[in-house]
């Protein structure tokens, strides 16, 4: 009898596990995303030569930024989807997980407050319904028909995205005694982006003039 109930606390271990491992490669990519996301936009005006191909990219990133944000964020009172909201609840609750802990439970009890009282997620649903999501009518001019304070500063971005991330960390670290260290992998990205650059600052002649070759067989 007590083997089969190890067995099961077990099973509802890994189980949950195997969801913080889904939330943690959400918040990985959201953030590996934001650095070449705000590289390219800094980048941006100095590669006139490739507008077309920022534009497109920097869209695309920026529309992936915010949906993943707003799957992370998500405060679902159903508790079906896998949010920071619905692991530190279950941290929280579940006492195979906080093992009854009180500085578990009190770190859980505490970020969640944090999380109920900041106003930067409401701005971040009101972005995801209106313009991400869905196209509202009432904002016919896209991004721009938002007034400042309706939806997340640009500052606000990387800080929402750490947040999230110190979070997991900490879940690994206080529920499985795991200790995860990424900083390396995230340098990697930009030394990758940065490699990039280079490469198109040694050649751009020859890039444009495949890409107008390409065009002139179009003509």
């Given at each position: 009898?007590?083997?089969?109930?190890?067995?099961?606390?077990?099973?509802?271990?890994?189980k949950f596990?195997?969801r913080v491992?889904?939330?943690?490669?959400e918040?990985?990519?959201?953030?590996s995303?934001?650095?070449?996301?705000?590289?390219?936009?800094?980048?941006?005006?100095?590669?006139?030569?490739?507008k077309?191909?920022?534009?497109?990219?920097i869209?695309?990133?920026?529309?992936s930024?915010?949906?993943?944000?707003?799957?992370i964020y998500?405060?679902?009172?159903?508790?079906?989807s896998?949010?920071?909201?619905y692991?530190?609840?279950?941290?929280q609750c579940?006492?195979?997980?906080?093992?009854?802990?009180?500085?578990?439970?009190?770190?859980?009890?505490s970020?969640?407050?944090?999380?109920?009282?900041m106003?930067?997620?409401?701005?971040?649903?009101?972005?995801?319904?209106?313009?991400v999501a869905h196209l509202?009518?009432?904002?016919?001019?896209?991004i721009?028909s938002?007034?400042?304070?309706?939806?997340?500063?640009?500052?606000?971005?990387?800080?929402?995205?750490?947040?999230?991330?110190?979070?997991?960390?900490?879940?690994?670290?206080?529920v499985?005694?795991?200790?995860?260290?990424?900083?390396?992998k995230?340098?990697?990205v930009e030394?990758q982006?940065?490699?990039?650059i280079?490469?198109?600052?040694?050649?751009?002649?020859?890039v444009?003039?495949l890409l107008?070759q390409?065009?002139?067989?179009?003509?």
């Open positions: 009898m007590e083997e089969t109930k190890t067995k099961i606390q077990k099973c509802e271990i890994d596990k195997k491992d889904l939330l943690y490669r918040i990985f990519f959201a953030k995303q934001y650095l070449l996301f705000d590289r390219m936009c800094m980048d941006f005006s100095k590669m006139p030569k490739y077309e191909y920022y534009c497109s990219v869209d695309g990133l920026q529309y930024l915010f949906m993943k944000l707003a799957k998500d405060n679902d009172s159903s508790n079906d896998i949010t920071v909201f692991m530190l609840n279950c941290v579940n006492k195979l997980l906080n093992k009854k802990n009180s500085e578990i439970i009190k770190y859980a009890k970020e969640l407050e944090k999380l109920e009282n106003k930067a997620l409401d701005n971040l649903k009101t972005l995801r319904d209106k313009n509202d009518k009432s904002y016919d001019l896209g721009k938002f007034k400042a304070d309706e939806i997340p500063a640009y500052n606000e971005i990387p800080i929402l995205l750490d947040y999230a991330h110190n979070i997991i960390i900490k879940i690994y670290k206080l499985f005694g795991e200790q995860i260290e990424d900083s390396k995230f340098e990697m030394l982006y940065s490699s990039i280079q490469m198109q600052n040694s050649y751009p002649d020859i444009v003039q107008e390409k065009n002139c067989g179009k003509n």
